[in-house]
């Protein structure tokens, strides 16, 4: 089946500290994969996607990179703000004609101090 | 362009009871899915609708159910209610092109406690 495996949380970062959260997938098929990101007291949001092998996902300073050869999809950015504090989410969908159909991660908590 | 929208956002029922929950997806979008979120289970799938039709659905009991009317809104119902189904309630809309890139975009949903 499809699987996504997140790095346990919570991470406490500074301001201006570098952020990685690692993922890693088990697919059937070749699947899309992206990165939500869910605020307090909100639904999810959609960060960043990849749909093919080295494509590079990227939105206000945060980065995929889509690794077939090592099934993984890690986000990161160079200088986290108080503003990141979040909930994230890794998620793929490997659905025949849409990807209406999500397997999600369990969510990384990022606290970000200022 | 308007969101997607769930109503309520809050619920409290009591055990046995049953919940409707309402979602109106973003103008255009054909698809409408729903997920489940709880701290110990995080989230999972319930089921899909693409043109009043449901064309996927999770591994949940069938006291889980939904529709889906012409105008893309979708009912989300819960009968026989027990503690565990204490949860955020999200809904996500699509446009379905056939892309599977295309995403899913979430409303804030509705937050059920049974108790």
């Known amino acids: 089946g499809n699987s996504v495996t997140q790095m346990e949380g919570p991470v406490t970062l500074s301001e201006e500290a570098f952020l990685t959260i690692n993922c890693t997938y088990t697919a059937t098929g070749y699947p899309s994969l992206f990165w939500y990101v869910q605020y307090p007291g909100e639904g999810l949001q959609l960060l960043l996607k990849?749909?093919?092998?080295?494509d590079k996902g990227s939105n206000k300073g945060f980065e995929a990179t889509y690794r077939k050869e090592t099934t993984s999809f890690h986000l990161e950015k160079g200088s986290v703000q108080v503003s990141d504090s979040a909930v994230y989410f890794c998620a793929l969908s490997v659905s025949g004609g849409s990807n209406y159909k999500l397997t999600f991660g369990k969510g990384t908590l990022l606290t970000v101090n200022p | 362009k308007a969101g997607v929208t769930q109503t309520p956002r809050y619920l409290i029922k009591t055990r046995g009871q049953q919940v409707t929950l309402s979602c109106s997806p973003i103008?255009?979008?054909?698809?409408v899915s729903w997920y489940q979120q709880t701290p110990g289970q995080g989230l999972q799938f319930l089921f899909e609708y693409f043109s009043e039709t449901q064309r996927n659905k999770g591994n949940f009991p069938g006291r889980f159910s939904g529709r889906q009317f012409s105008n893309s809104r979708s009912e989300m119902n819960v009968s026989t209610l027990e503690l565990g189904d204490s949860a955020l309630y999200l809904c996500a809309s699509s446009l379905a092109t056939g892309s599977k890139s295309s995403p899913l975009h979430f409303g804030n949903g509705t937050r059920l406690t049974v108790t």
């Open positions: 990849a749909t093919k092998a080295d």
């Open positions: 103008s255009g979008h054909r698809s």
